[in-house]
């Protein structure tokens, strides 16, 4: 299976002649951008290759008005096209689930499906209608990036050793703007560059199968796995990886709620100047203290550690496990208890979208397998017990026998043991989650002597799972002090 990653680029110490040059190329090709999002953005371009959009232009000499080389225009007219054709593609999806309400007749289904598909949709009332209303007209917002075919540019490196350069067209024919880059490896196959900040982005894509993580064999067993907010993840063994995350999680958090409150404050005495009709120190102020070059500059290098973190953590896992049993990460959660302005500024922050993209991205290059199972209640569950603990922070208390668990490695452990369980499936209701280990607990206890829970044995080492106990804890001194 072949599978693409995206890898980017800087430009390190680009002199500003050279990137005003790219940063005009790019403006025009804006234009190019433009022209296509509103000649063919529309019902009127529905099924209208880039080929076609080219060879008109051609023919009737648009191309020549525009300034910039004849390949960087064409490159960006396909461009373009994709992204159009990729808006319309979303469109599709949420038509195709109008289409399952709006009628049960299988063969007049299959007609609007197809329709749909091979982009007859527009001689169709109801899918004209539903399409214009799901892929809304959109347009071109895009000055900045240039598109260059793999044919177009050279690379080349000045010492034996040393760091990359790159060599691309510019405006005039034969004339190439060189730019000197942050990696020793050529960039490869067609490149977007994007300008942003004074620094130029170079963006390519390279077949993962071919990297050398892709050659790690992985473990041989099966772990379950918990997300966390003070590590990436928790298994089943209780063995926590990632463990920096949450330090760089809160530091970033906490950076962030310092640095917003005075730009607040600034933003304020440049608005009060404007009303006194200070126009130029309302003007130095957001030139000079309300930029966002050193905003986004630092908030590229957190998201690349973060990325760091989560998919060494993640590589770690697969050293051990060539089945991962995990949470759909990708699902969104509503109804977080209010927890305190800080702590929820800090969790609105957790990145576990990265997490599941590393869990998919490592697993295919690895050849490991990721399950994915329902994980409601998990982490207030006693492993092996089905009963409902006690939850205090990250504790969780057996209400039976006293021990305390990790509250995300009972997760990890409950998780585990959802891949097994035929009555929860991936997408059972959380309420009919909570029905399910409520019986099992009822008959559980029909089944015993003595019908009080509290004499009735405890079944947290039933599957040989140990809890961490966790000694001299809160609520085992006030039982101690009860009895």
Known sequence: MDTKVTRIAFSRGLNASKYDQLAEQARRLGVVRSKVWREHGSVAGVGVRDRTIRDSWMRDGTGDDFGVLANAWKETVRDAVADITARRASAKIRVRSA?????????ERKRLYTALKSDRWTADPYLSRMMRRHARRGRNR??????VRSDQYKTFTLTEGGDCWLAVPGLERRQLVKIPLDTRTAPSGTLRLILRGGRIEVHYTIDATGMKSSQRP???RTLGVDKGYTEVLIDSDGEQHGTGLGELLTAESDRLKTKN?????LRSLAESAEKRGDQEKAERIRVADLGTVKRDRHRRVFKAKVRTITFAAIHRVMDKAGVIVAEDLA????????????TNRRLAAWTKGVTAEALKSVSDRRGSAVRLVNAAYTSQVIPGSDAFGVREGDRLHCTECRAVWQADHAAAVNVLQRLSDPDIALYTPHTRVKQVLQERIDRRRSRLPDQDSSTGKCLCGERNIPPLLVPGTKRRRKQETDQ
């Open 261 to 265: 409150a005075r730009r607040a404050k």
């Open 218 to 220: 992985s473990g041989d």
């Open 331 to 342: 699902k969104t959660f509503v109804g977080r208890k209010r927890l305190g302005k800080n």
């Open 99 to 107: 289409i399952r309400r709006h009628t049960t007749d299988e063969m």
């Open 142 to 147: 895009t000055c900045n990036q240039i598109i």
